[in-house]
C-alpha cells in the first residue's frame, strides 16, 4: 500500500524547502508504476525525490498543489553470490553501499560524498574518485529498471531498449522513474590514501603541481587528486586504487609543505569515504554549487582562482558564506572506458581537461543573489579567459550544474538530438517535460 506521508520530508538544502500538497513514499516498483498511472489520468504536476541533495530549488520537490514521489524506501542493496553484480535502489545513500560493499571485499562507482541519493547520482553521470580508471559510473551499469510515463516497468540494457539505456547514462530525468540501477562492481576495497592541509599562500604552487600531474602522473590510471581550495586553507589528497607505498605518480607534489602532518594509510573506499563526509560544512543551510571545464594550463587556472578569491572573501566578510573552488581531473581515459563499455549521451572530451566546481553555504535567504553572485562571474570568468586563450571546454558536468545552467545542451548538438527522440519514444504525451515540476528537462535545454 502507498503510503501518504502528512509531512513532506526535508532535502539538504534550504533553498529547495518548498511544501507540496501530497507526497507519496512507494516501497515497491508496481506501487511507483500505479502513481505515475495515476498522475497520467489526473494531469498531476510532480517531482521525483531519491537522496534529495539537489540544491537546486524545484528540481526534486514542489510547491503546492502536486505529488512529491518520495523514494527514500526503495533503497536496497543486493550483492550478488559471485559479488560481480549490485542492484541499487533509487534511495538508498552511497556511504550506506559502500559500507555494505566492503564487507564483499569490491567496490562500485558512485558519488565520493555519503550522504547523496544513489537515484540522482547515476542520473547526472556519477563521477567517482577512481572514474579516470573505469569511467563514469553509468559506464558500469549492466542494466536499469524503469517505470515509464504510462505506468509500464521496462528494463533497459545492452540487450533491451539499448537505446533508453544509452541515454539513461547522465541524461537526467527524463525518461521515467529508475527503480534499480544494476551495477557491476569494481576490486577496489582496500586503497592507499593521503590527506593533508595546505596554507592559502601555497595555491598558486599547489595549481602548478596540479596541472603539472595531469599533463604526467595522470597517465597511471590507478592514481587521482582532489583538490579543494576553501577561504581558510586548502585540502589535499592523493588516492590509489589498491593498497601501496607513496605512489611515485604524485611526484609532481613533493615540494609543496602541509600545514600540519599529512594523513597517510591503506585503508578502505569505505573508511575514505567516512573522512569525506566529515569534511561537509557544518551548520550552514543553504547551499549551491556550479560547474564550469577547462583544458589544463596552470595559468589559467591562478588567473581564474585570483579573481575568484578576490570576490569570495568580500561576500565571505558581508555575508559569512563559505565556498570553494575545486578542479577535478578528468584524463583521457575517462572518456575511452565510457566508449569502450558501450557508450553514453554525455560527450565527455577524450583529451585531458578538468572540472570546475565550488561548493558554496550560507545562511540568511536575503544573502541568496549575493552569494550567488560569485560562482556566477567565476564561471563567466573561466569561459572568457579559457575562450581567449585557446582552453575552452564547453561541457558542463550535470551533477555539478546550477538551476540556471544547461549541461544537456552542452553534451553536443547530435547527442540532444538523440535524447530527444529517445524521449519522445517513451514518453510520446511528454508527461516528463510536461508534468514533471524541475530538473535538467531536454524541453529546457
Ligand atoms: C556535497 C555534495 C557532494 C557531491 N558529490 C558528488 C560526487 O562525488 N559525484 C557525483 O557524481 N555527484 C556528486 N554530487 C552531486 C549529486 O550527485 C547530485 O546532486 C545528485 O542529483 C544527487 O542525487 P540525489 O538522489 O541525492 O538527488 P535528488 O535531489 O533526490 O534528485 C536529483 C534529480 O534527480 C531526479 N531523480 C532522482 N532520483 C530519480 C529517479 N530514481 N528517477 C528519475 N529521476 C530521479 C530528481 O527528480 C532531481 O531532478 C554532490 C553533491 C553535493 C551537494
Not at 597517465?219 to 586553507?233: F, N, Q, R
Amino acid at each position: 500500500m502507498t503510503e501518504i506521508l502528512p509531512i513532506p520530508s526535508v532535502p539538504r538544502s534550504q533553498t529547495a524547502w518548498l511544501t507540496p500538497s501530497c507526497v507519496a513514499s512507494p516501497d515497491k516498483k508496481e506501487q511507483v508504476s500505479q502513481i505515475l498511472k495515476t498522475v497520467n489520468l489526473f494531469n498531476h504536476r510532480f517531482s521525483v525525490r531519491s537522496g534529495g541533495h539537489s540544491p537546486n530549488p524545484g528540481f526534486s520537490i514542489l510547491q503546492g498543489e502536486g505529488l512529491l514521489i518520495d523514494l527514500r524506501k526503495i533503497n536496497h542493496i543486493a550483492v550478488s553470490s559471485d559479488s560481480k553484480i549490485v542492484d541499487l535502489g533509487p534511495g538508498a545513500r552511497w556511504g550506506t553501499v559502500y559500507a555494505k560493499l566492503d564487507s564483499y571485499n569490491v567496490g562500485v562507482l558512485g558519488a565520493r560524498i555519503p550522504t547523496v541519493g544513489v537515484g540522482g547520482a547515476f542520473l547526472g553521470g556519477g563521477f567517482f574518485h577512481f572514474s579516470g580508471q573505469f569511467g563514469m559510473a553509468v559506464d558500469n551499469l549492466k542494466s536499469v529498471e524503469i517505470v515509464l510515463a504510462d505506468g509500464k516497468i521496462v528494463e533497459a540494457s545492452v540487450q533491451q531498449n539499448s537505446d533508453l539505456f544509452w541515454a539513461i547514462k547522465g541524461g537526467g530525468p527524463n525518461y521515467g522513474i529508475v527503480v534499480n540501477y544494476k551495477a557491476n562492481t569494481v576490486p577496489v576495497k582496500n586503497m592507499w590514501y593521503q590527506v593533508g592541509q595546505y596554507a592559502t599562500s601555497e595555491v598558486p604552487a599547489i595549481l602548478d603541481a596540479f596541472a603539472k600531474w595531469q599533463k604526467t602522473g595522470a597517465s597511471d590510471v590507478k592514481a587521482t587528486v582532489a583538490l579543494i581550495i576553501g577561504l581558510e586553507s586548502t585540502t589535499l589528497g592523493f588516492f590509489y586504487s589498491e593498497p601501496a607505498t607513496k605512489p611515485a605518480s604524485f611526484d609532481a607534489f613533493n615540494s609543496l609543505t602541509p600545514l600540519a602532518p599529512v594523513f597517510t594509510t591503506n585503508g578502505t573506499v569505505q573508511s575514505l569515504t567516512d573522512l569525506l563526509g566529515g569534511v561537509a560544512a557544518p551548520g550552514a543551510l543553504r547551499h549551491d554549487y556550479r560547474a564550469a571545464s577547462s583544458k589544463v594550463d596552470a595559468q589559467l587556472y591562478k588567473d581564474v582562482y585570483a579573481f575568484w578569491r578576490q570576490q569570495a572573501d568580500a561576500v565571505h566578510n558581508s555575508t559569512g558564506a563559505n565556498m570553494t573552488f575545486t578542479l577535478q581531473p578528468v584524463p583521457p581515459n575517462l572518456a575511452r572506458e565510457g566508449s569502450r563499455k558501450g557508450g553514453n549521451p554525455m560527450g565527455v572530451p577524450k583529451e585531458a581537461h578538468q572540472w570546475w566546481t565550488t561548493l558554496v553555504d550560507w545562511t540568511r535567504a536575503e544573502d541568496d543573489d549575493a552569494v550567488r553572485a560569485v560562482p556566477i562571474a567565476t564561471e563567466q570568468k573561466w569561459v572568457e579567459l579559457s575562450k581567449a586563450r585557446g582552453l575552452h571546454v564547453p561541457y558542463l558536468f550535470l551533477n555539478d550544474a546550477s538551476r540556471d545552467q544547461n549541461p544537456l545542451a552542452s553534451y553536443g548538438a547530435a547527442n540532444l538530438q538523440r535524447m530527444r527522440t529517445i524521449a519522445k519514444k517513451y514518453d510520446p504525451g511528454e508527461v516528463f517535460q510536461k508534468l514533471q515540476n524541475g530538473g535538467f528537462l531536454l524541453s529546457k535545454a
